[in-house]
């Protein structure tokens, strides 16, 4: 089991910067992946990375303005957003999986608390 403690939300302007971490204890041999949730609408994937990083996949929809990191040594998993929108304005989630490719379905094991990320127009 993993315990998963998210920190780095907060606001920031549009075309801004902003890194989201999620720190992870107990078992931490799992994929990883980050998720969102923006008021009114259900919550989706943002990205995902594998057990010892070799292997990513990240939404079209913030395909190379987001990018998913994670220091195994640190036991933290890493979302840095680039260039947000308002669209990015959402709820993050970080979570524990089986791989990337379950994670990218939703399949997910563990779940942090969320952190709040707005982006200003």
């Known amino acids: 089991q993993v315990q998963l403690v998210e920190s780095g939300g907060g606001l920031v302007q549009a075309g801004g910067s902003l890194r989201l971490s999620c720190a992870a204890s107990g078992r931490t041999n799992y994929a990883m992946g980050w998720f969102r949730r923006a008021p009114g609408k259900e919550r989706e994937f943002v990205a995902a990375i594998s057990r010892i990083g070799t292997r990513r996949n990240t939404a079209d929809s913030v395909a190379g303005r987001f990018t998913i990191s994670r220091d195994n040594v640190a036991n933290t998993v890493y979302l840095q957003m680039n260039r947000v929108k308002p669209e990015d304005t959402a709820i993050y989630y970080c979570?524990?999986?089986?791989?990337?490719?379950?994670?990218?379905?939703?399949?997910?094991?563990?779940w942090g608390q969320g952190t709040q990320v707005t982006v200003s127009s």
């Open positions: 979570a524990t999986g089986a791989g990337v490719t379950d994670l990218s379905y939703g399949r997910a094991d563990y």
